[in-house]
C-alpha cells in the first residue's frame, strides 16, 4: 500500500458531524424528539451515538427491556439519512443491578466498596458484571446490527480508574503468576522487595498499591497500572464478543482521553496497548481556550501534540468523538468558544487527522451535573442562537471535504512518548515533583516542528522506527533492553538521534542500571552522564551554543565525554565550561545528547539546525508570521491544505504557488489576509 493511499475507517466517505445524543432523557416530550430531527438537519448533522448512558432505559428492571424507544429513534435518524455510533451502556448502570449484585461496585484504594451512583465505577472484574454487559450487547447487536444506520460500535464510554475488591486483588496475583512465571523469587528480585524487609513469602500477602498499605514498591506500582489496562482490555473484549460474532463488519471504537490542563495523554491505561484491540481510535478533546495562561498558539500547538499522538496510534485517520461546541462545566472557568473558534479548533482536528467533528452533547440535559454543558440544542430549543448557527457553519465546512476523508499525513520526524515511562518517573521519588513535566517537556520538542508546518508522529516505543529520518526522545527514565537495541539499530541505520537528561536510569521492572550508563548508550552517543543536577524551580543557569547564550532550568547533566562533537557548554556553577549538549556520529547516523533543559529558543535554534541538515519541510510551504499553523492531509493526487490564524489579530499569510480555496473554488496566490480565528482550507494538485 503506497503511503498516500487512502484509509476509511468507517463506510461512511463523508466527514462525519454530530455527537452525544440522548433522547432516553426525553422519552416523556415527543415534541421534543420530534424537533431534534428538524434541528439535525439544520445543523447539518449527520452522525449520532446513541445509548451511551440508557441502560435503565433498555433494561428498567432486570430481564425486563424496552427497545421500542431505540427503534423509533433508529429509524428518525435513518428517514434523515443519517447514521448512528451504537454505544454499549456499560458505562452507567442501573440502580437494581448494584442492589442485586453488590460485587459490581467499585473497591476503593483504601479498601472502601463505593455506593452506587456517578458512572465508571464498576468492578473490571466481576463475571457478574461481565456476563450483563455481554448480554445486553448481544441483544443490541442481534436487534441493530444490520440496520441501515448502524455505522459503528462505542464500546462504554472512557474506560478508567481501578477497582481493589478481592476478586480483582486475586486477578491481580494470578497475572503476576503469569508474568513472573510462577516463581516468587523472581517477583521479588524485579520489586526490589528487600527494601524495608517487604520480601514475599506467599502470593496471598500481595496487595494492589493503597494508602493504608504498600505503596513504596515502584516495581509493584508499575505492575498494578500495567494490570489495570490489561484488566480494562480483559472487560472490553468481553464487551465486544457478541458484536464482532454478528457483526463482523461493523468498526468498533472505544472513546480515549486527554488530561485537561495541558492537553497530556490520560495516565489512568496505556493507550498503546489499547490501541492494538479497537479497529479506530477516537478521543475527547476538551481543550481550555481563552485562558488566562497561556496564549491560543501555545494551546493549539498541544491540542497538535495530542492529536499527532493518537493518530500515529494506528498510523490511519482518528475520530473526535466528543468536543464542545461552546463551553464545557467541569473547568475552574467555563468561559464560551470564542466566535469562530468553534469553526477554527474543529478544522485543526480535521488538519491533524481526524474525519469527524462530535460534539458532547446534541441536546442539553435539562438536570443533573451536566444541565449547564454546552451542547448544540440548548435549552432555547432554538436554530437561531449563535452556538447552533457556528455548529451548522461546521457542518456545511464539513460537507465540501469529503475528498479528505482517509487522507493521511505521512512524517519524516518521530517523538517518542511511552505511557510507562510517564507511570516510573512520577513515581520516582528524586529529581522535583513540581517540575518533572515529562509530556510537557516532549510538547517542547514538539513545538519548532508545529511552528515551522513540518509533519510529526507521536510514536510509543513498540513501533517502527524505521521511517523516520529524526527520533527524537526526551526524558526516557525507564527503557528496556530491547528499545536500546532498536535505537541503536536506528542510528546505525543512518537516523538521527536526539536524547535528553534523565534517560536510560531504570529497566522496565523501574530498577536501575547499574555500572553506569548502558553501554550501548554510551556507544550510540559518546558519552556518559555522571550526576543530575536538579534547580530549584527560581534557580536559573545558562548554555553558550553556536556564539549564544541560552536560559536553562531544572535540569542539569554532568557529562563525561568519550568520543563527541561538543554542541554548547554550561556557563556557572561546578559544572561550569564543561558540555551541555553532544554530537555524535555512530555508524552511518548520528546522536545528539542534550543534557539540561532549556528555553524555547535553543529548542528552535537547535532544531533549526536539524531541519536543515535532514532536509526536513512541510508538505506545502505557506509563509506565516507566529500563531498561524500550516498543516496538510494528503492523498496520491492532493494535498489538503488547512491555514489556521490562532491569534487574537490579523495575520498576514503569502501562498508563493496558486491554490484553490476548497470552500469558494477561488484560485488563492501571493498575500492574503486572515482574520482572527480565520481558517482557510486549499488544495494544491500534484
Known amino acids: 500500500m503506497s503511503k498516500l493511499e487512502k484509509t476509511h475507517v468507517t463506510e461512511a466517505k463523508f466527514m462525519l458531524h454530530g455527537g452525544d445524543y440522548n433522547p432516553d432523557q426525553w422519552l416523556d416530550r415527543p ?280 493518530r500515529s496510534l494506528k498510523q490511519q485517520p482518528f475520530l473526535l468523538m466528543e468536543c464542545t461546541p461552546s463551553a464545557v462545566n467541569w473547568h475552574n472557568v467555563n468561559k464560551a468558544k470564542r466566535p469562530g473558534m468553534n469553526l477554527l479548533s474543529s478544522m485543526q482536528m480535521i488538519a491533524h487527522g481526524s474525519d469527524s467533528v462530535l460534539y458532547f452533547q446534541y441536546r442539553k440535559s435539562r438536570g443533573s451535573s451536566e444541565k449547564l454543558h454546552g451542547a448544540v440544542v440548548d435549552h432555547d430549543n432554538s436554530p437561531k442562537n449563535r452556538v447552533f448557527q457556528e455548529v451548522a457553519k461546521v457542518g456545511e465546512t464539513l460537507e465540501r471535504l469529503s475528498e479528505v476523508v482517509g487522507t493521511k499525513r505521512p512524517a519524516q520526524t518521530a517523538i517518542l512518548y511511552d505511557w510507562e515511562n510517564h507511570w516510573a518517573l512520577e513515581d520516582a521519588q528524586g529529581f522535583a515533583k513540581a517540575t518533572k513535566r515529562y509530556p510537557q517537556t516532549l510538547q517542547q520538542h514538539y513545538r519548532t516542528f508545529w511552528e515551522h508546518d513540518i509533519p510529526v508522529d507521536v510514536i510509543t516505543k513498540e513501533q517502527d522506527f524505521s521511517p523516520y529520518k529524526l527520533l527524537i526522545v526526551p526524558m526516557l527514565y525507564l527503557i528496556s533492553e530491547d528499545t536500546i537495541s532498536r535505537l541503536k539499530a536506528f542510528t546505525a541505520d543512518g537516523g538521527t538521534l536526539v536524547m535528553t537528561y534523565i534517560s536510560g536510569v531504570v529497566n522496565e521492572h523501574d530498577l536501575t542500571y547499574t555500572g553506569g550508563w548502558h553501554p550501548d548508550l554510551q556507544a550510540i552517543f559518546g558519552v556518559e552522564p555522571l550526576e543530575t543536577d536538579t534547580l530549584y524551580p527560581k534557580d536559573r543557569n545558562a548554555v553558550s551554543y553556536r556564539s549564544k547564550i541560552y536560559e536553562m532550568k531544572d535540569y542539569a547533566t554532568v557529562i563525561d565525554v568519550k568520543t563527541v562533537s561538543v554542541e554548547a557548554v554550561y556557563q556557572e556553577d561546578f559544572y561550569a565550561r564543561t558540555p551541555a549538549v553532544t554530537s555524535h556520529e555512530y555508524q552511518q547516523g548520528k546522536a545528539y545528547f542534550i543534557g539540561a533543559r532549556l528555553e524555547d529558543q535553543f529548542q528552535r535554534d537547535f532544531y533549526e539546525g536539524l531541519i536543515t541538515d535532514l ?72
Not at 498499605?213 to 515502584?218: A, D, F, I, R, S
Not at 505557506?622 to 498543516?631: A, C, F, I, T
Not at 484553490?660 to 480565520?678: P, R
Request: a negative charge; hydrophobic letters at 35%; proline letters at 4%.
Open 31 to 310: 415534541d421534543i424528539l420530534a424537533d431534534d430531527i428538524k434541528l439535525m438537519k439544520l445543523s447539518h448533522t449527520n452522525t449520532f451515538s446513541v445509548g451511551i448512558f440508557a441502560w435503565s432505559a433498555l433494561e428498567p428492571e432486570e430481564g425486563i427491556y424496552q427497545f421500542e424507544w431505540l427503534d423509533d429513534i433508529f429509524e428518525r435518524i435513518h428517514s434523515i439519512g443519517g447514521r448512528v455510533i451504537l454505544a454499549t451502556p456499560s458505562g452507567a448502570r442501573p440502580a437494581w443491578l448494584s442492589q442485586t449484585y453488590p460485587e459490581v461496585l467499585r473497591v476503593n484504594a483504601s479498601r472502601v466498596k463505593q455506593l452506587h451512583g456517578g458512572r465508571h465505577n464498576h468492578c473490571l472484574t466481576s463475571k457478574v458484571y461481565r456476563e450483563k454487559t455481554r448480554h445486553i450487547n448481544r441483544l443490541l447487536a442481534e436487534r441493530y446490527g444490520h440496520h441501515p444506520a448502524l455505522l459503528m460500535w462505542h464500546i462504554s464510554n472512557e474506560y478508567g480508574g481501578d477497582c481493589h475488591c478481592d476478586l480483582c486483588q486475586h486477578a491481580f496475583r494470578e497475572w503476576l503468576k503469569s508474568k513472573y512465571d510462577n516463581s516468587l523469587k523472581t517477583l521479588n528480585q524485579a520489586w526490589w522487595t528487600p527494601f524495608w524487609s517487604h520480601t514475599f513469602n506467599d502470593w496471598s500477602q500481595i496487595e494492589s498499591p493503597s494508602p493504608i498499605g504498600e505503596n513504596g514498591l515502584h516495581g509493584l506500582n508499575l505492575d498494578w497500572r500495567r494490570f489495570v489496562t490489561d484488566q480494562t482490555i480483559s472487560f472490553y473484549k468481553n464487551e465486544i464478543i457478541p458484536l464482532k460474532e454478528l457483526t463482523p463488519d461493523i468498526p468498533i471504537t472505544t472513546n480515549f482521553m486527554a488530561d485537561t490542563a495541558d492537553l497530556i495523554p490520560y495516565q489512568g491505561l496505556d493507550y498503546s496497548k489499547f490501541a492494538k484491540h479497537v479497529d479506530v481510535i477516537s478521543w475527547d478533546a476538551y481543550p481550555v481556550w481563552h485562558n488566562d495562561w497561556e496564549s491560543t498558539a501555545d494551546l493549539a500547538m498541544k491540542v497538535g501534540f495530542i492529536n499527532d499522538l493518537y
Open 615 to 686: 532536509t526536513l519541510s512541510p508538505v506545502f510551504r505557506v509563509r506565516h508570521g507566529k500563531g498561524v499553523s500550516v498543516q496538510a492531509r494528503q492523498d496520491q493526487d492532493n494535498d489538503y491544505i488547512f491555514v489556521m490564524n490562532f491569534t487574537e489579530e490579523k495575520q498576514l499569510v503569502t501562498f508563493d504557488q496558486s491554490v484553490k480555496d476548497i470552500m469558494t473554488g477561488d484560485i488563492l496566490s501571493g498575500d492574503l489576509t486572515m482574520e482572527k480565528y480565520e481558517v482557510r482550507i486549499v488544495v494544491n494538485t500534484h
